[in-house]
């Protein structure tokens, strides 16, 4: 039957994933099916700043370029992740001062941003990643304890300098359903745009598991963003179980697929839905959350787990 994409454009969606450069240079399967289902794509690693800036002032595109070529050869849409986070950002910019940290900022964004600028694929960006920590309070990096909140304003205004048309969002985790952190967010994104600031759209990464049950409230969530006069998408969705893997768990990760695909489908302002990879050969879960894998909706082989047709039979 006809790939997921076909069906999410009926919507008026993308279905999206994150893909690695290095299987998508050599793997034919993991070509084939980047290129056959999906309609948007995100650089797993290949646009974040130790990937685009190892070295002040050095720019290399090798990787952030194959993706977005990939995709212009696909007819896909790049989504650029992500330009300022704490994490796989090179020392030389953690040990900056705060003056010599906000030219840092500007110099890459514009950099960054300014290559892909007047490319059509390229239509949004995670401007500022996981600013707040699971409590709603914000994240002690090297950001703010060096430049206090004023880091987020000033990426936002010089993404928008360096690409007047590009999307610009803000995404985390644990934001799916309302609580804490869901909530500082909100908060953030109103005050942001009540003063000009050019948030456009909030992604929720979507980093599910199991075990820990279905943020059941995520529409309503999703709505209330929406209400502030911003796009929503779900950014780096994977839903992951204890290993080993069965068929009761594959059930129960096929119905939280379906779960969140169902949630922006009723919600006008979600845009769509990246999953965080596609198959179960390249997923970062098992390196990351011990014991944990299985999050994606092809098993190791590329062959589709009840997760897929979960999203195809939901799109
Ligand atoms: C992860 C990648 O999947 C890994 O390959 C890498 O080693 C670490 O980063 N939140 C994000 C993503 O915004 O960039 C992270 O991606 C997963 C969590």
Same mark, same amino acid.
């Given at each position: 039957?006809?790939?997921?994409?076909?069906?999410?454009?009926?919507?008026?969606?993308?279905?999206?994933?994150?893909? %690695? *450069?290095?299987? $998508?240079?050599?793997?034919?399967?993991?070509?084939?099916?980047?290129?056959?289902?999906?309609?948007?794509?995100?650089?797993? #690693?290949?646009?974040?700043?130790?990937?685009?800036?190892?070295?002040?002032?050095?720019?290399?595109?090798?990787?952030?370029?194959?993706?977005?070529?990939?995709?212009?050869?696909?007819?896909?849409?790049?989504?650029?992740?992500?330009?300022?986070?704490?994490?796989?950002?090179?020392? !030389?910019?953690?040990? $900056?001062?705060?003056?010599?940290?906000?030219?840092?900022?500007?110099?890459?964004?514009?950099?960054?941003?300014?290559?892909?600028?007047?490319?059509?694929?390229? *239509?949004?960006?995670?401007?500022? #990643?996981?600013?707040?920590?699971?409590?709603?309070?914000?994240?002690?990096?090297? !950001?703010?304890?060096? @430049?206090?909140?004023?880091?987020?304003?000033?990426?936002?205004?010089?993404?928008?300098?360096?690409?007047?048309?590009?999307? $610009?969002?803000?995404?985390?985790? +644990?934001?799916?359903?309302? +609580?804490?952190?869901?909530? %500082?967010?909100?908060?953030?994104?109103?005050?942001?745009?009540?003063?000009?600031?050019?948030? &456009?759209?909030?992604?929720?990464?979507?980093?599910?598991?199991?075990?820990?049950?279905?943020?059941?409230?995520?529409?309503?969530?999703?709505?209330?963003?929406?209400? @502030?006069?911003?796009?929503?998408?779900? *950014?780096?969705?994977?839903?992951?179980?204890?290993?080993?893997?069965?068929?009761?768990?594959?059930?129960?990760?096929?119905?939280?697929?379906?779960?969140?695909?169902?949630?922006? +489908?009723?919600? *006008?302002?979600?845009?769509?839905?990246?999953?965080?990879?596609?198959? &179960?050969?390249?997923?970062?879960?098992?390196?990351?959350?011990?014991?944990?894998?299985?999050?994606?909706?092809?098993?190791?082989?590329?062959?589709?787990?009840?997760?897929?047709?979960?999203?195809?039979?939901?799109?």
């Amino acid at each position: 039957s006809a790939p997921l994409r076909t069906h999410a454009a009926a919507r008026g969606k993308f279905i999206g994933a994150a893909l %690695a *450069t290095s299987p $998508l240079a050599n793997e034919t399967s993991y070509r084939t099916i980047a290129a056959t289902e999906f309609s948007q794509v995100t650089a797993e #690693n290949a646009m974040k700043w130790e990937s685009t800036e190892p070295n002040q002032g050095q720019f290399t595109f090798s990787g952030a370029d194959a993706i977005v070529n990939f995709a212009t050869q696909n007819n896909q849409q790049v989504h650029g992740h992500t330009l300022i986070w704490h994490q796989q950002t090179p020392g !030389w910019v953690q040990g $900056l001062s705060a003056s010599a940290m906000r030219t840092a900022i500007q110099n890459h964004i514009s950099q960054v941003v300014g290559r892909y600028a007047d490319n059509p694929a390229v *239509t949004s960006w995670d401007v500022v #990643n996981e600013v707040f920590d699971d409590n709603g309070g914000w994240r002690t990096s090297f !950001w703010y304890n060096t @430049l206090g909140q004023s880091f987020v304003a000033d990426a936002f205004r010089a993404a928008r300098a360096a690409d007047p048309d590009a999307r $610009l969002c803000i995404n985390d985790y +644990n934001v799916e359903g309302i +609580n804490a952190k869901s909530t %500082a967010m909100y908060n953030l994104v109103s005050s942001l745009r009540q003063q000009g600031v050019p948030v &456009d759209c909030v992604g929720f990464q979507g980093h599910l598991a199991i075990q820990y049950g279905f943020p059941s409230d995520i529409q309503q969530n999703m709505q209330r963003f929406a209400d @502030l006069g911003v796009q929503v998408r779900v *950014t780096e969705l994977d839903i992951r179980m204890q290993m080993p893997r069965d068929s009761s768990k594959d059930t129960t990760q096929a119905t939280y697929y379906r779960n969140v695909i169902n949630a922006c +489908n009723a919600v *006008t302002a979600c845009a769509g839905v990246t999953i965080w990879g596609f198959t &179960d050969k390249y997923s970062w879960v098992p390196d990351t959350f011990s014991g944990q894998g299985a999050a994606l909706i092809y098993d190791e082989n590329y062959q589709q787990k009840p997760a897929y047709t979960a999203v195809h039979d939901a799109l």
